[in-house]
């Protein structure tokens, strides 16, 4: 029979029958209490240590909870039998372990939105009302496919602004991009096997159909985008096209082309999926309309996000699906859970229906439109041979189609060195353009970012 | 040569080149400009309609931009050939194809949370400061394992509430554990192509492995957990727990278990995930604490939510990964995106360092575990051999184990028609038991719910 000697610490605020059953739970730990030991009795416990019945029987009966001891019946508190193990020691007064943050040095990251174009206040305000007038549907979880307020802004934005055609109930709302993709691999799984992806072209998106087990077939981009005899050459039924602006080459795939490959998905019984993630941000003319309207969207998987078009820290996709896939979802719905925070949902749909977004649109459009006017200027007063300047007319990037002259590596490492962030397209290396990222610059750095670029890669010229 | 007749809408506040636009690419598309017609010439248009030269042609260059006619060189502008095809018609007047929303009368969910847990006010004036003072942050793209301030309360909560031990570089944040445990799927891909989890057990987890193309393992769980001997007979080097309130059954696996647990995985290398998704919710004592501290995490990766500890309408989630994932992690991390809106993730690290969070903790414990005792009493003031009453000691919900009398499809039908919600826990049809979320039943109305789901059970009983 064995004695407690613990000494309580009235003052931390930690109760008694805690105290009692971490110093317990401690001796067992270390070995001090072992296998079939019978612990003293409660009477006991509460004349040695001058505490109340209550608070033994709580420690106690933690105890057998987690299962360091049992119970036998009138016999008493007995230790169990466990195998060997080393225990993490586990005193109060350790902390987590916290370690040293690593700070590294990151570079500038122009692909961060401009300070002026997003108006914190009108987003306070939006979120505001839903934390005032929305409680009571905040209280519970949301609707998978995303908030029907939601939703139906959506619908009436993709309409108006994108030519395109759907009803709120064929919308998808999902936290990212990504998140969607994960979505429609499932939705084809077991009936395809491999997706077309366009090359150059959304890396971040591939990667996800690979994770989900896809094949994945790069189809070339020309100068008018996808390659549609290789396309066709392919056995592949799903297809990612940027048709609007395609990432990152910018180019625009005309009405014929559209119509090809729109026929082609209707005759193959195949699936377009059309990300549309900056077109609206043309900044000469008028932005090309979606392919999703031209046929009812009979064959289109029209993907958008409000990352690019809003602020990057929101993660608000939406994908609009055919009918035909959205009773295939609607079939295991029940399977998932929405990914969006329903404070923002709601938050999204006030701003969108009160004008906020329209007017933010336009204010980005402004913006951004000067930014590309300064960079495209910039490029004109630093001539170079080292790289060919592309997909300058819209959007947030343009890109640099390099020399063989030039190690394209070594440019990518002295940019960063000196805060420019120029990202490669994907992993390969026969890859020679980079991304250059221009909405996070501000206006007066423009000039000496451009000059920078410039030098930067003459001197990493092979020859 | 033709000629073109079109009103301008003065008023409509659409620019008169965008019209006219829209005036020639309805011809062409209704086939009243054909393959190869030529477009009158600027001057022409610009005389016949009254417009300016820069409307004429900024209208032409879009229509080039979009590919439905050409410039050719000294001669004009040609309509294009393109392939048969149906457009959708696409007049300014057509709205969106809105349609009836849909209202089925749902039945209420009483999984959601109680009005009394949630202050709004304090997560408002968390968000606003964020909105206020964190607006340069915002611009950009949040870190794919979310954001520091928040991994950094989230390893001191784990470690003082849980007695969990990590490093907030361990940390991954992730919208909803589904979010998550594609992450884990892939981490696993090529190395791994099964998983184990607890039978009966949280569905929602298995289906995400089953889209990656994993096979899941079903694994029964007993009064103290998962059934270990079934677990080291299979093959599987994953498995899925939640030990310290399994779901939906509500045990607690004692000590000498997760020894043994810990020990199969530390032997075969294998990986527990232990989900521990409401264990803050003890009623009675004090949490069990998580699996995880006992050895450092070395093979365990921690999930937890704060959907049941906040609101459910908030997603965000996380996972706590063993230096080894997380190497792992770190070498394919740039091809994700995170998942959480930046915005609440700051606004969630901030509501935890100023105490709100703890002070939200001790609120809901008083709540719920006032709401625990009142279902509990009132089960007993309806006794029923119908079934069983599973897991009443802490959480949000109780599982009703059904006698084969009862025919339970019937139940669940007949108490959804009358409002309440009991949710099978998967769709194998073996499965006697029916989840029952209590959390957002209103304190009064629970002797009447429960007095109904007693009542409901006897008309089911087949004989």
Redo the contacts between chains.
């Keep these: 029979m064995i004695g407690f000697v613990i000494n309580f610490e009235g003052s931390s605020g930690v109760p008694k029958y ?1 105290q009692l ?1 971490e110093y317990i739970k401690k001796e067992i730990m270390e070995g001090n209490l072992t296998e079939g030991e019978k612990l003293p009795s409660v009477r006991s416990v509460c004349e040695a240590l001058k505490i109340s019945k209550a608070t033994v029987e ?1 420690a106690y ?2 105890l057998v ?4 001891i049992e119970s036998r019946a009138k016999s008493g508190y007995y230790v ?9 020691q ?1 005193s109060g007064q350790e ?5 040293q ?2 700070l590294i040095e990151e570079p500038v ?1 122009f ?5 002026g174009t ?1 108006n ?1 206040n009108e ?2 305000k939006a ?2 009302r839903v ?2 007038y929305d ?8 609707d998978v496919q995303g908030e ?1 307020a939601l939703r ?1 802004e959506i ?2 934005f ?3 602004s994108r ?7 064929q919308i998808i709302v999902g ?5 969607l993709f ?1 979505l429609i ?2 939705l084809f ?1 077991g009936v395809e096997d491999q997706i077309g992806f366009e090359y150059p072209g959304f ?2 998106g591939m ?1 996800i159909f690979e ?3 896809y094949q994945t077939v790069k189809i070339p981009v020309e100068v ?1 985008g996808i390659d549609l005899k290789r396309l066709e050459a392919s056995q592949t039924k799903i297809v990612y096209v940027s048709p609007s602006h395609q990432y990152p080459t910018g180019s ?9 490959l ?2 082609w998905a209707s005759k193959k019984g195949a699936y377009i999926i059309e990300d549309d993630y900056d077109s609206m941000l043309r900044y000469e ?2 932005p ?2 979606a392919l999703q ?4 969207g009979k064959n289109v998987i029209y993907v958008g996000s409000f ?1 690019k078009l809003l ?6 996709s939406f994908m609009i699906l055919p009918e035909k896939l959205m009773e295939d979802f609607n079939r295991i719905k029940g ?10 949902q709601l938050a999204l749909a006030g701003y969108m229906s009160e004008g906020s977004f329209e007017r933010h649109i336009r204010r980005i459009k402004k913006i951004y439109g000067k930014k590309n006017q300064l960079l495209i200027e910039a490029f004109k007063r630093y001539p170079t041979k080292n790289f060919k300047l592309i997909g300058k007319e819209s959007g947030l990037h343009v890109v640099l189609d390099f020399h063989t002259d030039v190690a394209i590596a070594k440019v990518v490492t002295m940019a960063k060195s000196m805060g420019v962030l120029l990202e490669g397209v994907d992993e390969y290396p026969d890859n020679r353009i980079l991304v250059f990222s221009y909405s ?1 610059i501000p206006d007066d750095w423009i000039d000496s970012v451009v000059k920078e670029i410039v030098e930067i890669s003459d001197s990493a010229r092979k020859i």
């Design positions: 805690i059953y709580n009966s933690q909870v987690e299962g360091y169990i039998a466990f195998d060997d193990f080393t225990f993490t586990l902390f987590f372990h916290e370690g943050k690593t990251k692909d961060r939105a401009d300070e997003f914190f987003w306070k979120v505001n934390l005032e409680t009571q549907t905040l209280l519970s979880y949301g029907y139906y619908a009436k993709i309409h108006q030519g395109g055609r759907c009803h709120p109930d936290a990212g991009i990504q998140v994960g691999a499932t799984r890396s971040k990667y994770d989900y087990g008018d625009i795939m005309p009405i014929k082309k559209r119509i090809q729109l026929n003319g008028y090309v309309p309207g031209l046929n009812y990352s602020i990057p820290s929101l993660r608000i399977r998932y859970s929405q990914s969006v925070s329903k404070i923002e996070g």
